[in-house]
T-cell receptor, first 114, second 114 residues
Framework: KAGVTQTPRYLIKTRGQQVTLSCSPI?????VSWYQQTPGQGLQFLFE???????NKGNFPGRFSGRQFSNSRSEMNVSTLELGDSALYLC?????????????FGPGTRLTVL | AQSVTQLDSQVPVFEEAPVELRCNYS??????LFWYVQYPNQGLQLLLK??????LVKGINGFEAEFNKSQTSFHLRKPSVHISDTAEYFC????????????FGKGTKLTVNP
């Protein structure tokens, strides 16, 4: 089974721009979660989608948004980029919403904001 | 809200030596506990998880962890490490019945020297 894929792997943007990141979950997985990883704050939960609906949300400003499509693929969008948004963005998929389900992570998209 | 503390940010060891990576969590309710590993330029891979039952959990690559409820700890151990174990290790927690996804510690960078 193919793993979680994320595109693109690397992105360079400038302040004020917006960016869209994509995540394809493992086949059959319906839950997709997004995390931000930075050296200062570590790994932080952004949001989770299941059946095209946002189910959980972390403590991030409204500039961070996402969506999920009927095939479970997910995108996250960051508008009005700030320097502090530079990070590794990780997507994880799991079979269901159950807390006991293992989350499988993709390789991440490294976003650099100049 | 729960939190996770990884007591050591960096742990250097020699090849074939034993290692223990420490993790303490703070939560007023029952939790599920996880250890993930991140190799350079890769996403996170699950090493092991504690859901219930035996407090000694065995994972992949020869790692094991022990859940200690009274000390709210979930330390990761390996009796003999290899160069290939060099990576960053993350302890994470999910509240049972809660809505948030994984809450991670800041990570421990394990460096195995020849």
């Amino acid at each position: 089974k193919a793993g979680v894929t994320q595109t693109p792997r690397y992105l360079i943007k400038t302040r004020g721009q917006q960016v869209t990141l994509s995540c394809s979950p493992i086949s059959g997985h319906r839950s997709v979660s997004w995390y931000q990883q930075t050296p200062g704050q570590g790994l932080q939960f952004l949001f989770e989608y299941f059946s095209e609906t946002q189910r959980n949300k972390g403590n991030f400003p409204g500039r961070f948004s996402g969506r999920q499509f009927s095939n479970s693929r997910s995108e996250m969008n960051v508008s009005t980029l700030e320097l502090g948004d530079s990070a590794l963005y990780l997507c994880a998929s799991s079979a269901s919403l159950a807390s006991t389900d293992t989350q499988y992570f993709g390789p991440g998209t490294r976003l650099t904001v100049l | 809200a729960q939190s996770v503390t990884q007591l050591d940010s960096q742990v250097p060891v020699f090849e074939e030596a034993p290692v223990e990576l420490r993790c303490n969590y703070s939560s007023s309710v029952s939790v599920y506990l996880f250890w993930y590993v991140q190799y350079p330029n890769q996403g996170l891979q699950l090493l092991l998880k504690y859901l219930s039952g035996s407090t000694l959990v065995k994972g992949i690559n020869g790692f094991e962890a022990e859940f200690n409820k009274s000390q709210t700890s979930f330390h990761l151990r390996k009796p003999s490490v290899h160069i290939s174990d060099t990576a960053e290790y993350f302890c994470a927690v999910i509240t049972q019945g809660g809505s948030e996804k994984l809450v991670f510690g800041k990570g421990t960078k394990l460096t195995v020297n020849p």
